[in-house]
């Protein structure tokens, strides 16, 4: 009985194995990523490995300065498009401002100026508000990496393309992803300490926001990230939040104000956006396209990883080193950004229907998933504080 366990065995081992190599020459031929599809040999094509398309060279452009980490960030990303479909696709990305303003890619991918870009929704949020549901909606209790699984399996993907698609006209193929933290409440010359500090403010912010803001009395200005520190200089505005430390210390922050005030409603789940032109993705082969959707999912937890390592030491780097005050935004702000995203959305989604459809889907996958998670994960404070002392 034992020798016949022992063959048994043996022989369950070898088929893994053949199982598992044949499962890995159907990746890197290509086979697999879609529903349904067979190997090339299976379908009488070419074999293994060929099928991988000709070598294309692209021209996209990011959203931020060279100097940003994003650029960094939206560079792992086209990098991980190039190794998944085997080094043929390159891809040459531009830093902001090289071809068109940031805020113009969208359309010049559309017409074809680019091959493609990256940058947020919010970007082109005045083309229909309901973009902003996509990174910087309301803050429902998620994070990015909630609404990424959202995205990926409570029907936001769908609801994603038809908005490109059917509603914003563009001939893009849009690809969420890249899942950021909950961005501070801003950077200050003093402390805000009230909801009356914030009437008249001349604060800068994008997408949604803008109008939570507004509806807290503040005066809000839009601008792309590269021309926030020359009006803070001038004093065009008065206070502004970019995004998160490593970011905020790259642009410049601490050289013009020393406070920044942590936590905050306001943009709580913000992910990266890649463009890619509609018959530029439609010329690539199976394989190239692949590489793409699956470079979503690789890149997002990479930079999900590396993102905590660089943010935790630009923190300690210009609290301890450059004399930057971190404050926690008071509760009473903090309350009075909910309610302001209560009457924000109510009014978005009556007068928009699309809106109203997102947020209804996010809103019910939302309510289950945060549900579980308040139930059943930790509030991180009580464990640092017992081994680390007072965070």
């Known amino acids: 009985m034992a020798k016949q366990t022992r063959g048994a065995r043996r022989k369950f081992l ?58 960094e960030i939206s560079s792992d990303f086209l990098r991980a498009v190039s190794d998944i479909s085997g080094g043929t696709v390159k891809i040459e990305l531009l830093p902001a401002g090289a ?32 973009l902003s549901l996509f990174g910087t909606g309301p803050s429902l209790g998620q994070d990015a990496n909630t609404l990424l699984a959202w995205m990926e399996y409570g029907g936001g993907k769908t609801l994603y393309e038809e908005l490109y698609r059917d509603v914003l006209k563009l001939d893009v193929v849009p690809l969420l992803w890249g899942p950021m933290g909950a961005q501070p409440f801003g950077w200050f010359k003093s402390e805000v300490r009230s ?3 914030i009437k008249g403010l001349k604060y800068r912010t994008v997408g949604l926001s803008i109008d939570v803001f507004n509806e807290m009395g503040a ?47 306001h943009q709580p789940a913000e992910c990266f956006e890649a463009l890619v032109g509609k018959r530029v993705f439609e010329g690539l082969s199976p394989l190239q396209q692949a590489a793409f959707r699956h470079a979503v999912k690789a890149a997002s937890a990479d930079m999900h990883w590396k993102m905590l390592d660089r943010y935790s030491k630009a923190y300690e780097e210009m609290r301890d080193g450059r004399g930057v005050r971190f404050v926690e935004t008071p509760r009473e702000i903090l309350e009075a950004q909910l309610g302001a995203w209560d009457k924000v959305i109510r009014r978005k989604a009556e007068s928009n229907a699309f809106f109203a459809r997102v947020l209804e889907s996010q809103r019910g996958f939302l309510k289950r998933v945060v549900g579980y998670q308040v139930k059943f994960n930790n509030d991180p404070r009580q464990a640092y504080e017992h081994f680390f002392g007072k965070a």
Not at 28 to 40: M, Q, V, Y
Not at 99 to 120: E, Q, R, T
Not at 236 to 255: C, H, K, M, R, Y
């Open 99 to 130: 071809v068109v303003a940031p805020f113009d890619m969208a359309d010049a991918v559309h017409k074809g100026i680019l091959d493609g870009c990256i940058g947020a929704p919010a970007f082109w949020y005045g083309k229909d508000n309901a």
């Open 14 to 71: 070898t088929g893994a194995v053949a199982t598992s190599g044949v499962a890995a020459l159907a990746i890197t031929s290509g086979c697999g990523l879609g529903g349904g599809d067979k190997a090339p040999e299976a379908q009488g094509g070419p074999a293994a490995g060929a099928g991988m398309g000709a070598s294309v060279t692209l021209k996209f452009q990011a959203g931020f300065p060279a100097k940003d980490p994003f650029f």
């Open 195 to 197: 909801t009356a500090d």
């Open 219 to 265: 005066s809000v200005v839009a601008m792309p990230g590269g021309e926030i520190i020359p009006a803070l200089e001038r004093g065009v505005i008065d206070a502004a939040e970019f995004n998160n430390p490593a970011s905020d210390q790259a642009l410049g922050f601490p050289d013009v104000a020393k406070v920044c005030m942590v936590k905050s409603y």
